[in-house]
């Protein structure tokens, strides 16, 4: 049985006041959630403040991103040992945004996840197809693609997977429940053809215009473990909606 993970990715919101007045809401309602995983991540510069405020808490830190030099020239650029100690202990890598805005292919990606699991961050590895490529019917190629370069060469531990289909992010357009089963499923296969049986086990995220009206049905298609949470995820009512999703 695959635990529900959901996570909050909050993008390029929230002060570090807005994150402490975030998470003093959040915490306390979110207190008795004992059947899920809870990930909350913040930007860079909220990473310590939250760390400070989740410590012994059942919610989890991780960073949006990640470099994978241990040190060195690398101006503006976080090392993975910076993000441990700074109190993360997850990282999302390969978001859409990234591969878009910033140039991002498979082969950063891969370093990157490479890096975070040597120093035991738990990746939240972020795939999905654009409307064009959907329309052109290129969907299973792109997923076959970001999974295989992405996660070559790399253990299944500690490993999520992030479906979301890049015309669904901030758009109000979710992913029929037809649609994300469809996806996650080939997602499946494919992890199924690099990791065996031990597929089974990895768990696959939806991603996109997810919301506390939406999520009960997406998390009731069988390979739907979880959701990556953009919009809703910035308000402390509408995320403790999310995390309390009812199957
Ligand atoms: P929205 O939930 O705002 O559509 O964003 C999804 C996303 O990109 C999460 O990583």
């Avoid at 939250?50 to 990640?66: E, F, R, T």
């Avoid at 060195?72 to 202990?89: H, I, K, Q, R, S």
């Avoid at 076959?144 to 996660?151: D, H, M, S």
Wanted: some cysteine; overall charge negative; glycine content about 8%.
């Amino acid at each position: 049985m695959r635990r529900p993970f959901i996570s909050a990715n909050w993008k390029m919101n929230k002060t570090i006041g807005e994150t402490q007045a975030f998470l003093n809401e959040f915490l306390p309602l979110v207190r008795d959630v004992k059947d899920a995983d809870i990930v909350i991540a913040p930007p860079f510069t909220s990473l310590p403040a939250a760390a400070a405020l989740m410590k012994g808490s059942n919610v989890s830190l991780s960073s949006q991103d990640i470099f994978y030099e241990d040190k060195g020239a690398y101006t503006g650029e976080v090392a993975p040992g910076m993000l441990t100690d700074a109190g993360c202990t997850h990282v999302i890598i390969g978001h859409s945004e990234r591969r878009q805005y910033f140039k991002e292919t498979d082969e950063i990606i891969n370093k990157k996840v490479k890096a975070a699991l040597k120093h035991n961050l738990n990746v939240i590895f972020c795939i999905g197809e654009s409307l064009e490529e959907r329309e052109a019917g290129k969907m299973f190629d792109v997923l076959k693609r970001e999974v295989e370069e992405g996660l070559k060469d790399i253990p299944s531990d500690h490993i999520v997977v992030a479906y979301e289909p890049i015309w669904a992010i901030g758009t109000g357009k979710t992913a029929t429940t037809e649609q994300a089963q469809e996806a996650h499923k080939y997602i499946r296969e494919r992890l199924a053809a690099i990791y065996g049986g031990a597929a089974a086990n990895i768990r696959i995220l939806y991603g996109g215009s997810v919301t506390p009206e939406n999520i009960d049905a997406l998390m009731a298609c069988e390979d739907v473990d979880g959701a990556l949470v953009g919009g809703a995820s910035l308000k402390a009512d509408s995320f403790s909606k999310l995390v309390k999703f009812k199957r």
